[in-house]
């Protein structure tokens, strides 16, 4: 059976020549959104978070996932100056080598290691600047992208405000009248973004994207049913069938590494 959902995070600030730095990220806060989100839905879901790297992401594509989501930086640099792997239109996703410098993933790398027909149902990409590389994943045949507009940065709140809405209204909204279809999650997940606290999240909310822009977007992700077999190294998240009530705390699994994020 494929995963639920697969997180993929760079862990800190990641050093390179030419960028000098890209700052750390909350990702514990982001990780905390994501098992709120599965527990108040009281929904049984499967996790796999790990490091973000090529050889990671080659992994889950041939494993296959419902949804795969990004946390870390996207770029956009002068065209034919970024320099990364695959890099389409100077844009890129912040991976890492694996010993923890930074590895530019650029678009046309990112579709060539996801391959086609991908075996992902929907891609998250919590990242700046991410139209071009969230494209990329369109062209490798994933059905749903949400990624963020090209000339735009969105603030860390707003990223896990959207994430938390998002999540929770796909795994328990309304299927028959698919309320918690793709679409209709994205669209209420903007409207969370709009009125939320801060003053910045009215600005951001425009700034989300599904695509592709042309596509129906109408199906779920999730089954009625919940998955009873987790493949080796997942663990079972939020509601048991045998529990009363979800737990309150939650374990993820991280089979390769457990190096901190």
Not at 65 to 94: I, N, P, Q, T, W
Not at 139 to 158: F, K, L, M, N, Y
Not at 196 to 222: I, T, Y
Request: with cysteine.
């Amino acid at each position: 059976n494929s995963g639920d959902v697969t997180h993929w995070q760079t862990r800190g600030t990641l050093t390179t020549a030419r960028l000098r730095h890209l700052p750390p990220l909350d990702f514990e806060a982001e990780r905390s959104m994501l098992y709120e989100a599965v527990r108040l839905a009281s929904r049984d879901v499967r996790v796999l978070i790990r490091v973000a790297t090529s050889a990671a992401l080659a992994m889950v594509s041939s494993q296959g996932c419902r949804v795969l989501h990004y946390s870390g930086h996207g770029m956009e640099v002068a065209s034919g100056g970024g320099g990364g792997d695959g890099a389409h239109d100077g844009a890129f996703l912040a991976y890492e080598d694996g010993h923890g410098a930074l590895h530019k993933l650029g678009a046309d790398g990112l579709q060539a290691i996801v391959g086609q027909p991908a075996c992902i149902g929907c891609v998250v990409v919590c990242a700046c600047h991410s139209e071009a590389t969230g494209a990329a994943f369109v062209r490798a045949g994933v059905r749903h992208v949400i990624c963020i507009e090209s000339d735009a940065a969105v603030a860390d709140p707003t990223a896990r405000q959207f994430a938390q809405a998002f999540y929770h209204a796909l795994l328990c909204g309304d299927r028959a009248r698919r309320r918690n279809s793709v679409r209709a999650a994205f669209e209420h997940a903007k409207e969370a973004v709009r009125h939320g606290p801060k003053p910045c999240m009215q600005q951001d909310a425009s700034k989300f994207l599904l695509l592709p822009r042309e596509g129906l977007h109408d199906d779920a992700v999730w089954p009625l049913l919940p998955p009873t077999v987790a493949p080796a190294g997942w663990r079972r998240m939020g509601c048991g069938s045998s529990s009363a009530s979800p737990p309150a705390a939650m374990e993820v699994a991280s089979p390769a590494r457990e190096e901190p994020p």
